[in-house]
C-alpha cells in the first residue's frame, strides 16, 4: 500500500525557517516524481515544488523561488522541503503527493502556521 | 501561469441526479508529447485531494464508473452520472502540461 506521510509542520514566527519531511512507503520511491501541494486555509490547491525521480531537477512556483527547496533521499526514501524567508502568506496545510504531473497519491498533509 | 477556471463553483444537486462541472484553460493543455494532461480531483471534507480522471477520461482505479471526464484543448467536463450522498465535496481540475501546474477554484458539490 502507498503510504506518504508528512512531518515538521508547526507554528513559525515571520522570515522563520522550517523543514518539512515526506516518509514514503509502499512503492519504489527513486521511481517517481514528487511533489509538494499547499493549500491555505479554506482556500483551493496549489502546486509549490516539483523534483524529478533522480533529484536532478527541480521547479517551483514564482511565490516561493528562491525562498523554499526541494530535495530528496531515495537511500531513506524521504522527499524534504525546506522553506525560509515564510510570511502568513505561506500558512497553508503542505501536502507531499507522487508524481508524475498529476499527483496520484497525497498524504494527509501537515500544518505551517506562519504567525507573529 | 496557466489559469484553470471552473463553472459553476457551487453545484446543488438533488440525489441519484446527473451533475457537470466544466473547466477551461487560458491556454491549449495539449503537450509537445501528443498528451493531454487534464486531471480531475476530488476533496471531501477533512480529507486530502483524490485524484479521479487522469489524461482527460482516464478514471483512476477504484473510482466509480459514474464519474467520466471528456474534453479536448482548453475545454473540459466532469460528469457523474447519478450523484450519490458519498459525492458531497470539492472538485477540482487540474493542468499537467506547462508549469507550474495549476488547479482550478474549486467547486463545491452538496445535496439538495
Known amino acids: 500500500e502507498v503510504q506518504l506521510v508528512e512531518s515538521g509542520g508547526g507554528l513559525v514566527q515571520p522570515g522563520g525557517s522550517l523543514r518539512l519531511s515526506c516518509a514514503a512507503s509502499?512503492?519504489?520511491?527513486?521511481?517517481?516524481?514528487m511533489h509538494w501541494v499547499r493549500q491555505a486555509p479554506g482556500t483551493g490547491l496549489e502546486y509549490v515544488s516539483t523534483?524529478?525521480?533522480?533529484?536532478?531537477?527541480?521547479y517551483y512556483t514564482n511565490s516561493v523561488r528562491g525562498r523554499f527547496t526541494v530535495s530528496r533521499d531515495n537511500f531513506k526514501n524521504t522527499l524534504y522541503l525546506q522553506m525560509g524567508s515564510l510570511s502568513t502568506e505561506d500558512t497553508a496545510v503542505y501536502y507531499c503527493?507522487?508524481?508524475?504531473?498529476?499527483?496520484?497519491?497525497w498524504g494527509q498533509g501537515t500544518l505551517v502556521t506562519v504567525s507573529s | 501561469d496557466v489559469v484553470m477556471t471552473q463553472s459553476p463553483l457551487s453545484l446543488p444537486v438533488t440525489l441519484g441526479q446527473p451533475a457537470s462541472i466544466s473547466c477551461w484553460s487560458s491556454?491549449?493543455?495539449?503537450?509537445?508529447?501528443?498528451?493531454?494532461?487534464l486531471a480531475w480531483f476530488q476533496q471531501r471534507p477533512g480529507q486530502s485531494p483524490r485524484r479521479l480522471i487522469y489524461?482527460?477520461?482516464n478514471r483512476d482505479s477504484g473510482v466509480p464508473d459514474r464519474f467520466s471526464g471528456s474534453g479536448s484543448g482548453t475545454d473540459f467536463t466532469l460528469k457523474i452520472s447519478r450523484v450519490e450522498a458519498e459525492d458531497v465535496g470539492l472538485y477540482y481540475c487540474?493542468?499537467?502540461?506547462?508549469?507550474?501546474?495549476?488547479f482550478g477554484q474549486g467547486t463545491k458539490l452538496e445535496i439538495k
Open positions: 503527493a507522487r508524481g508524475p504531473r498529476a499527483a496520484d497519491y
Open positions: 509502499g512503492f519504489i520511491f527513486s521511481n517517481y516524481p
Open positions: 523534483i524529478t525521480s533522480d533529484g536532478g531537477n527541480t
Open positions: 491556454q491549449s493543455l495539449v503537450d509537445s508529447d501528443g498528451s493531454t494532461y
Open positions: 489524461k482527460v477520461s
Open positions: 487540474m493542468q499537467g502540461t506547462h508549469w507550474p501546474y495549476t
